[in-house]
């Protein structure tokens, strides 16, 4: 939701060509992210689960984390020149990515620790204070600045320089990131130290896929910014990622769904595990899943022109609105992906889900590489659309074979094919006309009511 609330900031005070960098530049961050992590978050939540001696499980997780985030940091000093130069980010970013991609790195395993002891009150205090941070450092900055600064010829005037919007983007990050830091150090001090090697290779072992399947996930997420900027005219290239880039953000809604419901259950999917017929509570889940992300896919298509209005408060960005119900489509597609992987995270399969990432990884460089040229960012959109949907029907026909669960496919196809049919209506059928955009809301949320209202009172009664 940050992401989004940024958006009329950032879109207030640049143009899509400045917009465009920072976006670009974000987008090396979560391909970094995944290298730093090392799926070693997914391996504390497997080996944490069955283990005997958790605190071994933790302060080896620390240790290695900690351990090659340094390695890191010494090797991104050293070449700091030579990595400016490839990324393409410019000298004075450079060191401000380094900071921040280290802080978050270290605070991966506290986090995980977080989920794993189910305490998602202390989880959520110390993002939203992160997030509070961030928003509110980005405001003063962008834009009481420079308001204040025109007045002031003291401190505020001596720190306010004109065009440094992305420099002011990096510090409040970097400041956000590193009161995450100090506000989880407790996971880091208040523990005896001791790194387990046999559990850190069993550990790396495991994550290694993990790794493997986060890369691609990455690539299909970020990936397609990266190429416009490299594949596009130069003249063009900055402004049409950055209209790209603002007009995305709109798919938080589904993203935000989707990120809260996998971190809360990814635990659950381990935890229960070993549980009697835990494939029955998993077909639940993702039937619950599939309903909700129905509901959000299209209201978010009804009311797109509302709330690009909101966030994307400049018209020069608006020309890239065609591609939010084909990025909302394909985040609703992942998040079902997420669902129907469980089979081979507890059958420690995870091997599979590198490869399944790996082809809708391929798919996404392949179809950026040869129509980007022809069709701009709208190929990108397609692009990320196809991957997903080709995971999740891997994933599906995979899972049947290795680990069946029941999933009703009746319910979940008929929501789906709706959803998707009252989203063409609304949004190019009759071109976002509100009245009936509204009309098949109501009409969606009528059927869901009647079909589901049953199910929701014996599980509330159940309860």
């Given at each position: 939701?940050?992401?989004?609330?940024?958006?009329?900031?950032?879109?207030?005070?640049?143009?899509?060509?400045?917009y465009?960098?920072?976006?670009?530049?974000?987008?090396?961050?979560?391909?970094?992210?995944?290298?730093?992590?090392?799926?070693?978050?997914?391996?504390?939540f497997?080996?944490?689960k069955?283990?005997?001696?958790?605190?071994?499980?933790?302060?080896?997780?620390?240790?290695?984390?900690?351990?090659?985030?340094?390695?890191?940091?010494?090797i991104?000093?050293?070449?700091?020149?030579?990595?400016?130069?490839?990324?393409?980010?410019?000298?004075?970013?450079?060191?401000?990515?380094?900071?921040?991609?280290?802080?978050?790195?270290?605070?991966?395993?506290?986090?995980?620790?977080l989920?794993?002891?189910?305490?998602?009150?202390?989880?959520?205090?110390?993002?939203?204070?992160?997030?509070?941070?961030?928003l509110?450092?980005?405001?003063?900055?962008?834009?009481?600045?420079?308001?204040l600064?025109?007045?002031?010829?003291?401190?505020?005037?001596?720190i306010?320089?004109?065009?440094?919007?992305?420099?002011y983007?990096?510090?409040s990050?970097?400041?956000?990131?590193?009161?995450?830091?100090?506000?989880?150090?407790?996971?880091?001090?208040?523990?005896?130290?001791?790194f387990?090697?046999?559990?850190?290779?069993r550990?790396?072992?495991?994550?290694?896929?993990?790794?493997?399947?986060?890369?691609?996930?990455?690539?299909?997420?970020?990936?397609?910014?990266?190429?416009?900027?490299?594949?596009?005219?130069?003249?063009?290239?900055?402004?049409?990622?950055?209209?790209?880039?603002?007009?995305v953000?709109?798919?938080?809604?589904?993203?935000?769904?989707?990120?809260?419901?996998?971190?809360?259950?990814?635990?659950?999917?381990?935890?229960?595990?070993?549980?009697?017929?835990?494939?029955?509570?998993?077909?639940?889940?993702?039937?619950?899943?599939?309903?909700?992300?129905?509901?959000?896919?299209l209201a978010?298509?009804?009311?797109?022109?509302?709330?690009?209005?909101?966030?994307?408060?400049?018209?020069a960005?608006w020309?890239?609105?065609?591609?939010?119900?084909?990025?909302?489509?394909?985040?609703?597609?992942?998040?079902?992906?997420?669902?129907?992987?469980?089979?081979?995270?507890?059958?420690?399969?995870?091997?599979?889900?590198?490869?399944i990432?790996?082809?809708?990884?391929?798919?996404?460089?392949?179809?950026?590489?040869?129509?980007?040229?022809?069709?701009?960012y709208?190929?990108?959109?397609?692009?990320?659309?196809?991957?997903?949907?080709?995971?999740?029907?891997?994933?599906?026909?995979?899972?049947?074979?290795?680990y069946p669960?029941?999933?009703?496919?009746?319910?979940?196809?008929f929501?789906?094919?709706?959803?998707?049919?009252?989203?063409?209506?609304?949004?190019?059928?009759?071109?976002?006309?509100?009245?009936?955009?509204i009309?098949?809301?109501?009409?969606?949320?009528?059927?869901?009511?009647?079909?589901?209202f049953?199910n929701?009172?014996?599980?509330?009664?159940?309860?």
């Open positions: 939701m940050l992401n989004v609330i940024l958006v009329p900031i950032y879109t207030g005070v640049m143009l899509p060509g400045a465009g960098q920072v976006v670009v530049i974000y987008a090396y961050f979560a391909i970094f992210n995944i290298f730093l992590a090392y799926g070693m978050e997914t391996a504390f497997r080996f944490y069955d283990s005997e001696n958790k605190k071994k499980v933790v302060s080896t997780s620390l240790l290695s984390i900690l351990g090659s985030t340094m390695i890191f940091m010494i991104g000093l050293l070449f700091k020149s030579s990595l400016s130069q490839f990324l393409e980010i410019s000298i004075e970013y450079i060191g401000y990515v380094f900071w921040i991609l280290a802080l978050d790195a270290l605070v991966i395993i506290p986090f995980a620790w989920r794993a002891n189910e305490r998602p009150m202390r989880f959520a205090i110390i993002k939203l204070i992160s997030v509070v941070l961030n509110g450092l980005n405001f003063f900055f962008l834009i009481l600045l420079p308001k600064a025109i007045d002031n010829e003291g401190f505020l005037a001596s306010y320089k004109a065009d440094y919007e992305i420099l983007i990096l510090i990050n970097l400041a956000s990131s590193a009161v995450t830091l100090l506000l989880m150090l407790r996971v880091y001090l208040r523990r005896p130290y001791v387990d090697i046999d559990i850190w290779k550990m790396i072992k495991y994550a290694m896929p993990v790794m493997i399947a986060g890369i691609a996930f990455t690539v299909n997420e970020v990936l397609d910014k990266i190429l416009l900027e490299k594949i596009l005219p130069v003249e063009i290239a900055s402004e049409e990622v950055g209209k790209y880039g603002a007009c953000k709109l798919a938080v809604f589904m993203t935000l769904f989707i990120t809260a419901f996998r971190m809360g259950i990814e635990p659950f999917f381990f935890s229960h595990s070993d549980t009697k017929n835990p494939q029955k509570a998993y077909a639940q889940i993702t039937n619950y899943f599939v309903v909700l992300g129905s509901i959000i896919l978010v298509v009804v009311f797109s022109d509302v709330l690009k209005v909101l966030f994307v408060r400049n018209e960005y020309e890239a609105m065609s591609v939010v119900p084909i990025i909302l489509l394909a985040a609703f597609f992942l998040g079902i992906y997420h669902n129907l992987s469980v089979w081979y995270k507890v059958t420690d399969r995870t091997k599979f889900g590198a490869y990432s790996m082809i809708g990884a391929v798919l996404t460089i392949v179809v950026n590489l040869i129509f980007i040229p022809y069709f701009g709208m190929a990108s959109a397609v692009a990320t659309l196809l991957a997903y949907g080709t995971m999740m029907l891997l994933s599906f026909y995979f899972g049947r074979m290795y669960i029941p999933y009703n496919f009746r319910k979940i196809i929501y789906l094919v709706i959803s998707i049919l009252f989203s063409i209506l609304s949004f190019y059928i009759f071109d976002r006309n509100l009245f009936v955009g009309s098949l809301l109501i009409l969606f949320l009528g059927l869901v009511y009647k079909l589901e049953e929701l009172k014996k599980l509330y009664v159940n309860r």
